[in-house]
């Protein structure tokens, strides 16, 4: 498997990704972003995306969509047959940038609030 030590910390999710590869096209109609921080996210997809590949990644997160470069870094097998898919962020622009900050921070919020509560 791929070894990478994080920059970012990451959050679990559950946001529907839309893909597109305008140079080699062929990515996956559905797919599911699991885990995502500000450097990258963790796609769930039911086929193979590609290692190395370079693809558009646009989800919705707190209510507002976020667009991103991103590129496949690593793939393994995930439960029920699909694939987990690293994906690191090349470009974010600012303003989805803060948009991402802010949804991660408040969830990371949330859940510390959650266990000191519970």
Known sequence: MYSYRRRFQRIKTNAKVRMSAPIMGGVP??????EVGLGGCLISSPYRIG?????????????????????????????????????????????DFARLSVFINDQIVQEARASFIS
């Open 29 to 34: 109609d559905e797919a599911h972003i699991s």
């Open 51 to 95: 290692v190395g590949r370079m693809v558009m990644l646009y989800f919705d997160i707190g209510g507002e969509e976020v667009s991103a470069v991103a590129k496949i870094l690593y793939e393994y097998p995930a439960e029920g047959g699909s694939l987990n898919c690293g994906a690191e962020f090349l470009d974010l622009d600012e303003q």
